[in-house]
T-cell receptor, first 116, second 114 residues
Framework: GAVVSQHPSWVICKSGTSVKIECRSLDFQATTMFWYRQFPKQSLMLMATSNEGSKATYEQGVEKDKFLINHASLTLSTLTVTSAHPEDSSFYIC????????????FGPGTRLTVT | AQSVSQHNHHVILSEAASLELGCNYSYGGTVNLFWYVQYPGQHLQLLLKYFSGDPLVKGIKGFEAEFIKSKFSFNLRKPSVQWSDTAEYFCAVNGGLGNTPLVFGKGTRLSVIA
C-alpha cells in the first residue's frame, strides 16, 4: 500500500527557533499533499494544501508566514514552523494523494512538536 | 463548505457488545466518505471508504458502514467489539471528484472494557 513517512517523529525546540518537518511519499508520486494539526484529544484540522511546484493554499486562520510549506517534488513536502512559541506545540500530520487514486489520502505517522 | 458531525464524544462498551458510531455530513454534491481509526500513540489507519455503488461498505477488522444519502449519514458498525478496538474513530468526507482535502469530524473515543 501507499506509505507516507514523516521526519522527525518528535521534536523539542526552544521558543523563538524554527523547526522543519519533512513528509515523504515512499512508493508513489504525490501530486497533492496536505498538512493537518491535531491538538490532544481533538480532531485533525486542515492547515494547508500544497500541489507540487505551486504555492500552498492555507486555510482561514493559518498564518502562512509562520507555517511555511514547500512542495518541491512529487515525493517531498516540508513544513517549517518559524519562530515557534509554546502555543505551536501540537501533533502535525501530513497526508498525500497520489496521481493514481485521486480520492484517497494516505497519512503519515505524525510529528509531535513541543516548544519550551 | 463541508462539515462532519460525530454525535458521540466518548462511548464505553463491554466486550462483545455491538457498536454503532454516528456520522453526519453536510455537503452539497456527491461525496466520498471514510472512517479512520487512531489507536493510542499510533497514526491514522483507514478502516473503510465509500465512493459509489453498494451503500453498505465492509472494512477491515469486522467493521462496516452504511451510507444513507437521504439522511446524509455514514454510521460505523461492528457486531461485537473487542478490547483491542479501544481507539479514537474519525469520520471524514471529501467532494465526489476527490480533488478537495478530507474534512474530519471531531472524533469518537471508544473504550472497550472487559
Amino acid at each position: 500500500g501507499a506509505v507516507v513517512s514523516q521526519h522527525p517523529s518528535w521534536v523539542i525546540c526552544k521558543s523563538g527557533t524554527s523547526v522543519k518537518i519533512e513528509c515523504r511519499s515512499l512508493d508513489f508520486q504525490a501530486t497533492t499533499m496536505f498538512w493537518y494539526r491535531q491538538f490532544p484529544k481533538q480532531s485533525l484540522m486542515l492547515m494547508a494544501t500544497s500541489n507540487e511546484g505551486s504555492k500552498a493554499t492555507y486555510e482561514q486562520g493559518v498564518e502562512k508566514d509562520k507555517f511555511l510549506i514547500n512542495h518541491a517534488s512529487l515525493t517531498l513536502s516540508t513544513l517549517t514552523v518559524t519562530s515557534a512559541h509554546p502555543e505551536d506545540s501540537s501533533f502535525y500530520i501530513c497526508s498525500a494523494r497520489s496521481q493514481a487514486s485521486s480520492y484517497e489520502q494516505y497519512f503519515g505517522p505524525g510529528t509531535r512538536l513541543t516548544v519550551t | 463548505a463541508q462539515s462532519v458531525s460525530q454525535h458521540n464524544h466518548h462511548v464505553i462498551l463491554s466486550e462483545a457488545a455491538s457498536l454503532e458510531l454516528g456520522c453526519n455530513y453536510s455537503y452539497g454534491g456527491t461525496v466520498n466518505l471514510f472512517w479512520y481509526v487512531q489507536y493510542p500513540g499510533q497514526h491514522l489507519q483507514l478502516l473503510l471508504k465509500y465512493f459509489s455503488g453498494d451503500p453498505l461498505v465492509k472494512g477491515i477488522k469486522g467493521f462496516e458502514a452504511e451510507f444513507i444519502k437521504s439522511k446524509f449519514s455514514f454510521n460505523l458498525r461492528k457486531p461485537s467489539v473487542q478490547w483491542s478496538d479501544t481507539a479514537e474513530y474519525f469520520c471524514a468526507v471529501n467532494g465526489g471528484l476527490g480533488n478537495t482535502p478530507l474534512v474530519f469530524g471531531k472524533g469518537t473515543r471508544l473504550s472497550v472494557i472487559a
